[in-house]
């Protein structure tokens, strides 16, 4: 049975090391790219209660997202998988782990290949992590790759 590989991209150094790992070993197997737009951005605030929100900035997001698909398509295009590799890009909205564990699930994936921003002590416990909480709540394997 082949294994169908879910690599998280927010664009950053990170995430493009877990879609490099993914390339070099699920070659032949199914990669999606899955960005998350988080439903806050075009949500501003008057601190007063109120606030408006800014379909523009959600739409902007959610290009960037369809760029870096884009963009891990070119990347395994120069790593010459594509012809053996089935390649699919998604762009979803939803607070970030969750929609991560969600696709996931509805989707048949069998392995989430994720980059990790290396927080730690005090920044990690504020702050949260969308890696740490994928891979405590997956019922499936997760590769964090630095």
């Known amino acids: 049975m082949a ?3 879910l690599v998280p991209l927010d ?3 990170q995430s493009w090391a877990a879609f ?6 699920y070659d032949g197997e199914t990669i999606t790219t ?5 439903p806050m951005e075009g949500i501003y605030s008057d601190y007063g209660g109120g606030g408006y ?3 523009q900035v959600h ?9 870096l698909g884009e963009q891990a398509r070119d990347r395994a295009d120069d790593a010459g ?4 590799t089935v390649l699919e890009t998604a762009v979803e909205t939803g607070p970030p782990a969750r929609t991560i564990l969600e696709y996931a699930d509805e989707n048949d994936v069998g392995h989430i290949v994720m980059g990790s921003h290396g927080r730690s002590g005090v920044a990690r416990i504020l702050l949260g992590s969308v890696a ?4 405590r709540r997956a019922p499936i394997p997760v590769t964090i790759v630095r």
């Not at 739409?59 to 760029?67: C, H, I, N, P, Y």
């Not at 998988?81 to 053996?84: A, Q």
């Not at 740490?132 to 891979?135: I, W």
Request: proline content about 3%; charged content about 25%; glycine content about 6%.
């Open 132 to 135: 740490e909480t994928v891979t």
């Open 34 to 38: 899955l960005h998350v737009v988080d």
């Open 3 to 5: 294994t169908h590989v």
């Open 81 to 84: 998988i594509l012809e053996t």
């Open 53 to 55: 929100y800014d379909a």
């Open 11 to 13: 664009g950053s150094p």
């Open 20 to 25: 490099d790992h993914a390339v070099s070993n």
């Open 59 to 67: 739409d902007r997001a959610v290009e960037r997202g369809e760029q």
